[in-house]
């Protein structure tokens, strides 16, 4: 198949990305490269600077070559001049012959003192002199070059130089830079002009070989600085560069990369500092790690040995509990109240354990496909009686959602029964809805009560183990103080998200997002962190902006 071949052409599509791509090449360099805007910004700046100077220059040599030149014109014609007058102010006698013959020795010595590229000879008009000389002449094409500007200017004068600067004719469409200078001379009483044509073009010449000497120069030191520039910022980038993948490999957990030192200057200074820098934060993340681990293994330890005497209270409890019809009253209570605190001691330890083994990441995930709605209607079922105790309506709603997913159901169902639970205590009896609705890419679940609510600073912390936004505030549930930090770790675990949004008197919503499939991308949420049925804050409406109370979770 030739290249020709349609098959072989890109289509329009990848064309068109590619000369995106190839358009947009030099930003992404100018935006990566540090030394490339250095050597960019070095050389810009130095040729701003170059131009500047050798524009100065350039005139500033033109003049004073234009100005000594015009002004060895000056002296030249004025000696020409001089030598005409001279000779023509030997005149004894004012006949055509005599006088022909001292015009041609005029000229001669006119040529002699200053070897003018062209001369013009004329009688001046308006003047009523009885000598004349027998001929006006001059050089072809000098009276082309004389503006009546000029000679109207040496007309009007007794003595003295008037001079032009003209443009030579020197072929079709070319022409050469010269100069004029005209000068009155006298001869028994009649007057006469006298002009010389100079031509400039050796001076040109001068000024266009400086000024390429200059350019030249200018380009050539355009390149050094370049490359000088590119020299000396790769020596001052190579450490930072360095320095940005030391910062990138300790952020990728690798403590023990260091930058290398070299000399005494200031990267070296820098590069100390930095790993100084790096041996404490080595030194702090490993005691901390020892310290993480030693709490790891204690509370663990802890609640393993507890488990043994905890098993004895519990039967012992249950015997007193079987037999409490056979108490008297204050020792019946107080068996059903042991037996109370023995069940939620056992949870805190199995919540204890739970954390643990979360901290030591060593909890796993048993996928298998389930339905969030099956499992929302199980959660209920299991709450029920509670709820019903505490008056709290409990409403499921399932726009979508009915579709199965591969998440571990016990822990789900360990989030909905938290969640539920919460909204519970603290719902103040008011109904609570459960959605379930899926998209493309994830299915949601949201608790909504219509409690008290939170202020922002509780809801930043409602996620923090053992902690309680009223301590004051007696448990009619019960609970550990591990529930949502467990359900948090929960999700996090399925590659999903569990966030909170709340509003002092308009109640809690907690959004539980999972990806449809594992290590998926979620894009958006299913169910909305912000429900439908919030009424607006005042304070909020007037400054334009959403509710406060959202606690966005990052997915790890």
Do not use: C
């Not at 540090?34 to 700046?45: G, H, M, P, W």
């Not at 002296?75 to 007058?85: E, I, L």
């Not at 004068?157 to 004029?180: D, E, I, K, N, Y």
């Not at 266009?208 to 001052?236: H, P």
């Amino acid at each position: 198949m030739s290249d020709g071949d349609p098959a072989r052409r890109p289509l329009p599509g990848v064309r068109l990305l590619q000369a995106r791509r190839a358009a947009t090449a030099p930003v992404r360099v100018w935006r990566r490269s540090l030394r490339v805007r250095t050597v960019v910004v070095t050389v810009l700046l130095s040729t701003i600077a170059l131009v500047v100077v050798g524009g100065v220059l350039s005139v500033s040599i033109s003049n004073g070559l234009y100005t000594e030149r015009v002004n060895q014109v000056l002296a030249a014609s004025a000696r020409a001049a001089t030598a005409a007058q001279k000779v023509l102010g030997t005149a004894t006698a004012y006949d055509p012959t005599t006088l022909g013959v001292l015009q041609q020795n005029a000229l001669e010595q006119v040529r002699t003192a200053a070897t003018p590229n062209g001369f013009a000879w004329r009688t001046s008009p308006n003047q009523s002199g009885a000598v004349a000389l027998p001929s006006t002449f001059s050089s072809s094409g000098v009276e082309a070059v004389i503006s009546p500007e000029l000679a109207k200017a040496v007309e009007s004068t007794a003595t003295g130089q008037h001079w032009q600067p003209v443009a030579l004719p020197s072929g079709p469409g070319v022409t050469r830079p010269g100069v004029v200078v005209g000068q009155p001379l006298q001869v028994g009483g009649a007057r006469y002009e006298l002009y010389l044509v100079f031509d400039l073009s050796d001076v040109q010449s001068t000024l266009d070989f400086v000024q390429r000497t200059l350019l030249i120069g200018g380009i050539a030191l355009l390149l050094l600085i370049g490359g000088v520039t590119t020299v000396v910022a790769s020596l001052v980038v190579r450490p930072i560069k360095e320095a940005a993948l030391v910062s990138e490999e300790l952020a990728d957990g690798n403590l023990e990369k260091r930058i290398p030192e070299r000399g005494e200057d200031v990267v070296a200074t820098l590069a100390r500092s930095f790993n100084r820098m790096a041996d404490g934060l080595q030194r702090q993340i490993t005691q901390l790690a020892n310290l993480s681990r030693v709490q790891q293994r204690f509370v663990s330890d802890v609640s393993h040995e507890l488990r043994t005497p905890l098993t004895t209270i519990r039967l012992a409890s249950d015997v007193l509990y079987d037999g409490r019809d056979a108490l008297d009253p204050p020792a019946a209570r107080s068996a059903e109240l042991l037996r109370a605190q023995v069940e939620r001691f056992e949870a805190l330890l199995a919540d204890l354990l739970e954390i643990s083994r979360m901290d030591a990441q060593a909890a796993d995930v048993s996928g298998e496909p389930t339905n969030l709605v099956d499992l929302a209607r199980e959660a209920i079922d299991s709450l029920g009686g509670l709820a019903e105790e505490m008056g709290t309506p409990v409403r499921l709603v399932t726009p979508g959602g009915h579709v199965e997913v591969e998440v571990d159901s016990r822990r789900i169902e360990r989030i909905l029964r938290n969640l539920l639970a919460n909204a519970i205590e603290h719902g103040d009896g008011r109904p609570i809805v459960v959605t379930v609705d899926s998209s493309a890419t994830a299915v949601g679940l949201g608790v909504r009560d219509h409690g008290a609510g939170m202020p922002q600073h509780h809801a930043d912390r409602v996620f923090d183990r053992f902690w309680r936004a009223d301590p004051s505030r007696q448990r009619r549930i019960g609970g550990t103080g591990l529930g949502l930090a467990i359900s948090l770790e929960d999700a996090l675990l399925h590659g999903g998200s569990l966030e909170v949004w709340s509003r002092e008197g308009d109640g809690t919503n907690f959004v539980l997002t999972l990806p449809r499939k594992p290590d998926g991308q979620m894009t958006g949420r299913p169910v909305p962190l912000e429900p439908s049925d919030a009424f607006p804050s005042t304070s909020d409406a007037a400054l334009n902006r959403p509710p406060t109370g959202r606690i966005p979770v990052v997915r790890r």
